[in-house]
T-cell receptor, first 109, second 114 residues
Framework: QQQVKQSPQSLIVQKGGISIINCAYENTAFDYFPWYQQFPGKGPALLIAIRPDVSEKKEGRFTISFNKSAKQFSLHIMDSQPGDSATYFCAAGHYDMRFGAGTRLTVKP | NAGVMQNPRHLVRRRGQEARLRCSPMKGHSHVYWYRQLPEEGLKFMVYLQKENIIDESGMPKERFSAEFPKEGPSILRIQQVVRGDSAAYFC????????????FGSGTQLSVL
């Protein structure tokens, strides 16, 4: 049972562009929604996270938008850079996170 | 303060052998989670443990797989009689308390079954 659906599977963006990755969840008991960044050969690292009491959270070039009624949330990367090229995972849960399938982002110089 | 340490980084086993994956959580963390990642897929939750207790093993296959987190020492994920389908990257994560916040991942163990 896939509890978190993530799209797109892959994304190519030009340097300086905006990268947008979307996720949808099913379980209304989930109360924590993080995004993780993973480079090849490494474990995922927490990028930014949000709780359902706010609709948006911004940290530098990274923004999470959260729509509780639609059970959807998205990651926006502004001014995308080649160093942002990685796989991004959304997750949702309470104490144990359920992960989306990942989005492989390539930022072209 | 060392991060989450997993070993070995790479493990090769033949079908039918046993695989033991180790995870030492971050200092001060008493909650451990194991995830499996297949190529081009996300992380699949397997099991959540606290010291000496299995809290949630709903993602763990019922047979051949077991996990423990003893009072002393690392958490162990054990796969008995491995099959080719067990080949994957296994990630361990730890947190200081329950809840998904402050979840830190290790670099994973890549298991290859020949």
């Amino acid at each position: 049972q896939q509890q978190v659906k993530q799209s797109p599977q892959s994304l190519i963006v030009q340097k300086g562009g905006i990268s947008i990755i979307n996720c949808a969840y099913e379980n209304t008991a989930f109360d924590y929604f993080p995004w993780y960044q993973q480079f090849p050969g490494k474990g995922p690292a927490l990028l930014i996270a949000i709780r359902p009491d706010v609709s948006e959270k911004k940290e530098g070039r990274f923004t999470i938008s959260f729509n509780k009624s639609a059970k959807q949330f998205s990651l926006h990367i502004m001014d995308s850079q080649p160093g942002d090229s990685a796989t991004y995972f959304c997750a949702a849960g309470h104490y144990d996170m359920r992960f989306g399938a990942g989005t492989r982002l390539t930022v072209k110089p | 303060n060392a991060g989450v340490m997993q070993n070995p980084r790479h493990l090769v086993r033949r079908r039918g052998q046993e695989a033991r994956l180790r995870c030492s959580p971050m200092k001060g963390h008493s909650h451990v989670y194991w995830y499996r990642q297949l190529p081009e897929e996300g992380l699949k939750f397997m099991v959540y443990l606290q010291k000496e207790n299995i809290i949630d093993e709903s993602g763990m296959p019922k047979e051949r797989f077991s996990a423990e987190f003893p009072k002393e020492g690392p958490s162990i994920l054990r796969i008995q009689q491995v099959v080719r389908g067990d080949s994957a990257a296994y990630f361990c994560a730890s947190s200081p308390g329950p809840g998904g916040e402050k979840l830190f991942f290790g670099s994973g163990t890549q298991l290859s079954v020949l």
